[in-house]
Structures are given as structure tokens and as C-alpha cells.
């Protein structure tokens, strides 16, 4: 399985960004998506994930109302849409699969995922 993620970039404070992830290999299987993010000098953090029939999403509560996770299952791709953004968003931001159907508990933190895409910085400037 790889996942690829692309979408970052440079943008002001206040702008948007929609972030992408694309999966391939097994794709067949059922899968839940998680985006976290990692700034410099800080250890990475949840930020948001999302269920295999995309019913079920969590996010962080320090971009709950500001970003929004989808998926699109036909073409193995899962979607962060960001908005709003501030300096503090400023990170790294990885996607990451787990084979399984439904979110739990542990679906915030980077244990369950089994796979990892290469990140995409985002800048946000003020």
C-alpha cells in the first residue's frame, strides 16, 4: 500500500487549502484515513480521521469547525479541506490508512495506522 499526499503549500492567514491523499495497492479492502501533522519542533498530532463509508469523521478540537475530512472511495482518495488557516497550522501533514471498517478510540493517535503517505508541508503566513 502507498499513500500520497499533495495539496500543500504556501498560503495566507485566513486562506484555505485542500489537501489530498491518494491510496493504491490494496485497495479493495476497507480502510479508515487519518491526517495528522507535524511542526517544527513539536511531536506529530491528530487532526483528523474519518470512517470507510465516510459517516463518521473526528477531528481535533483545534480545527473542529475549520477543517473538513471526506473521502472518495471510487477513486481511493481522501480529502482535507481547510479552512480559515492560521500560522499555528503551520506543519507537516501526513495521511495515514488502518485496515478496518469504523474509527475507535485510538483512531486520534498514530498507533493504529499501519501506513503512512511522505507528508505535504503546509506555510500559513500572518
Known amino acids: 500500500v502507498q499513500l500520497q499526499a499533495s495539496g500543500g503549500g504556501l498560503v495566507p492567514a485566513g486562506g484555505s487549502l485542500r489537501l489530498s491523499c491518494a491510496v493504491s495497492g490494496r485497495t479493495s479492502a476497507v480502510y479508515v484515513m487519518g491526517w495528522f501533522r507535524q511542526a517544527p519542533g513539536k511531536e506529530r498530532e491528530f487532526v483528523a480521521a474519518?470512517?470507510?463509508?465516510?459517516?463518521?469523521?473526528y477531528y481535533a478540537d483545534s480545527v473542529s469547525g475549520r477543517f473538513t475530512v471526506s473521502r472518495d472511495n471510487a477513486k481511493n482518495a481522501v480529502y482535507l479541506q481547510m479552512n480559515t488557516l492560521t500560522p499555528e497550522d503551520t506543519a507537516v501533514y501526513y495521511c495515514?490508512?488502518?485496515?478496518?471498517?469504523?474509527?475507535?478510540?485510538?483512531?486520534?493517535?498514530?498507533?493504529?495506522?499501519?501506513?503512512w503517505g511522505q507528508g505535504t508541508l503546509v506555510t500559513v503566513s500572518s
Open positions: 495515514a490508512l488502518e485496515f478496518r471498517e469504523y474509527l475507535r478510540v485510538n483512531s486520534r493517535t498514530t498507533d493504529p495506522y499501519e501506513y
Open positions: 474519518i470512517s470507510w463509508s465516510g459517516l463518521t469523521a
